[in-house]
C-alpha cells in the first residue's frame, strides 16, 4: 500500500513539474465532465466522459488524445466514444475509432489513445465528445482480511482532475459510491461529499498534464467475482446442432476471509453474516438452449434453475458452497442450440458462425478468455471477424468417425469485461461431399462387420476331416 501511494505521489509531482510542456495540438477543452459510478460492479469501474473540444491552432486537427497514467493504463479493458450530433431530444451519438497512440514526448510515462474524429476540426470549431473507459482490478480491498461478521471495505485511487495534454477550462469530477459510508477521502478544494455522491471541483484553467492524486476508501459489499480462466469451446455440427462446453476457474477476488466459517451464522443472520460473499451467479445463455448441465469435479451439481424462452434463456447456477475472499471454485457448463440460429451462408457462398465472444456471467471480469471454434470436418480457409484485437491461431481435433481432422479456430483474449460480450463470426468453406463421409464410415463399417461374420460362419475350425 504505502508503495502504491508513493507511485502515486511521484507520478503526481512529475507531471507538476512538466506542466510547461506544449499540448501536442492546438486543441483545447472547454469543459469536461467525468463520472465514475460502476464501483458496484464486482471489480470494475467505468468512467463516462463529456469533453467539449475546440480547436486554437490555424491548422485543422483529425483526432483527439485521451491520456492515462501507467498504473491505469495496465488496466484498460476497453476504450470507446462517441460524437454527439444535434441538441436536447434529437441528440444522437455516432462511434468514433479509438486506437492506442504513441507520444514519444509525454510526461512520466504517461499513455495515449487517440480518438479520430469523423471531420477534422477548423480553427474556431468545437466538438462535444462521450468517452467511456472501463478499468478492471481497479479496486483494492483494505483491510486484506475481514471476518466472516465484517464488512468490506476498498480503496480506489485516481486523480480530482482529468489527466490531459491539453488546456482545460472548466472541469468537475463525481464519484458514485455504492454505500454512504466513505471512511476517507483526499480533499482537492472544492470538494464535496453528499451521501453516496463525492464531487470534486469545478475547478477553472488546468494546465496539460495537471494531476492531484487521491485516495477514497468505501464500503463496498458487492461480491469481486473473478474468472482467472475460461474455456470454451463451440462445436459447429451440420447435422443440426452446435454444442458449447464451457469450464471455469472462479475466484472471489476481494478481501480473504479470515476465521472458521461458520455455517450456522451464515444462514440464521443472511443480512449481517457473510455480506460480500456469493452464493448464486446468474448465466445469460442464448435463446432455445437444450440439454443444459452443469457439473464439477465431483459430478453432476442439481442446484440450479433455468428459464428459456424465445429471446433469452437465464441459468441460475449455485456453487457446492458460498464463495468468501481468497476463495475458488472449478465447474462446467453445457448445452446446445439449433445450428440455423447461429450458422448462415454469405452472399459469396461462404458458411460462418455467428455467436456472443464475452463471458455469459454476469458482472464478471474475466483474467483470461479462449474460445476454440471446432468447425466441420472438411472446412477450409477459415477467418475471423472480431470488433476488438484478440490473438488468433488454428489446432487440429480428431472427433469420432474422424479421416483427416476438424480446424480449430482458437481465438484468446485478457482482461475481458461484459462490455465484450458482443458477436463475433468466423467464416469458412465447405464443400457439400464431405457431409457423406460419416455415413460412409458408417455404411462401411457395419459392412466390413458383416462380411467379417459372414466369413466366420462358413470357415470351419474342427480337426475332424
Excluded at 3 to 24: C, G
Excluded at 294 to 313: A, E, F, M, P, V
Excluded at 430 to 442: G, H, T
Aim: hydrophobic share 40%; with cysteine; glycine share 4%.
Amino acid at each position: 500500500m504505502a508503495a502504491l501511494i508513493l507511485s502515486f505521489l511521484v507520478f503526481s509531482i512529475s507531471l507538476l513539474v512538466k506542466t510547461s510542456l506544449s499540448s501536442p495540438s492546438d486543441l483545447q477543452i472547454l469543459h469536461a465532465e467525468r463520472q465514475l459510478q460502476k464501483f458496484v460492479e464486482c471489480v470494475l469501474m467505468g468512467s463516462i466522459i463529456l469533453q467539449q473540444v475546440e480547436n486554437i491552432g490555424d491548422t485543422p486537427t483529425s483526432e483527439v488524445l485521451l491520456a492515462f497514467p501507467p498504473a491505469q493504463f495496465d488496466h484498460l479493458a476497453l476504450v470507446k466514444a462517441a460524437v454527439t450530433v444535434g441538441k436536447k431530444r434529437k441528440k444522437s451519438y455516432v462511434p468514433l475509432e479509438v486506437n492506442p497512440s504513441e507520444q514519444p514526448e509525454a510526461p512520466n510515462g504517461t499513455k495515449f489513445y487517440a480518438i479520430s474524429l469523423l471531420n477534422p476540426l477548423a480553427k474556431g470549431e468545437s466538438t462535444t465528445l462521450e468517452i467511456l473507459y472501463i478499468l478492471s482490478h481497479s479496486l483494492e480491498p483494505f483491510p486484506v482480511e475481514i471476518s466472516q461478521s465484517e464488512s468490506q471495505f476498498v480503496y480506489y485511487h485516481d486523480s480530482a482532475v482529468v489527466l490531459s495534454p491539453y488546456h482545460i477550462k472548466q472541469q468537475a469530477t463525481l464519484f458514485k459510491t455504492p454505500s454512504n459510508k466513505v471512511e476517507s477521502f483526499t480533499q482537492v478544494e472544492p470538494t464535496y461529499l453528499n451521501g453516496a455522491e463525492l464531487k470534486y471541483g469545478p475547478y477553472e484553467d488546468h494546465r496539460p498534464y495537471s494531476y492531484y492524486p487521491i485516495i477514497i476508501h468505501f464500503e463496498n459489499n458487492h461480491p469481486f467475482a473473478v474468472v482467472e480462466e475460461l474455456e470454451r469451446e463451440i462445436e459447429v455440427s451440420h447435422w443440426g446442432s452446435v454444442q458449447v462446453t464451457e469450464h471455469y476457474k472462479l475466484a472471489h477476488a476481494g478481501a480473504k476471509h479470515k476465521g472458521v466459517f461458520s455455517r450456522v451464522e451464515y444462514q440464521s443472520r443472511p443480512g449481517a453474516s457473510g455480506v460480500s460473499s456469493f452464493k448464486h451467479l446468474l448465466a445469460m445463455l442464448p435463446p432455445r438452449v437444450h440439454s443444459v448441465y452443469y457439473r464439477d469435479d465431483i459430478g453432476n451439481i442439481s442446484s440450479s434453475h433455468l428459464r428459456t424462452s424465445s429471446k433469452k434463456s437465464e441459468l441460475l447456477i449455485e456453487p457446492r458452497y458460498p464463495l468468501f475472499g481468497g476463495w475458488k471454485a472449478s465447474f462446467l457448463i453445457g448445452y446446445g442450440v439449433p445450428l440455423q440460429d447461429f450458422l448462415f451462408e454469405s452472399a459469396v457462398g461462404e458458411r460462418y458462425l455467428n455467436f456472443s465472444f464475452g463471458c455469459p456471467i454476469a458482472d464478471t471480469v474475466v483474467d483470461k478468455l479462449t474460445v476454440k471454434v471446432v468447425l466441420p470436418e472438411g472446412s477450409k480457409d477459415p477467418s475471423v471477424k472480431v470488433a476488438f484485437a484478440v490473438e488468433q491461431s488454428l489446432e487440429k481435433k480428431y472427433s469420432y468417425l474422424d479421416v483427416i481432422g476438424r480446424t480449430v479456430v482458437v481465438l484468446e483474449k485478457k482482461n475481458v469485461v461484459p462490455d465484450h460480450n458482443i458477436p463475433f463470426q468466423v467464416h469458412y468453406k465447405f464443400n457439400q461431399i464431405f457431409m457423406l463421409a460419416e455415413p460412409l464410415m458408417l455404411v462401411s463399417a457395419f459392412f466390413l462387420f458383416f462380411i467379417t461374420f459372414v466369413a466366420y460362419l462358413h470357415i470351419d475350425l474342427s480337426l475332424r476331416k
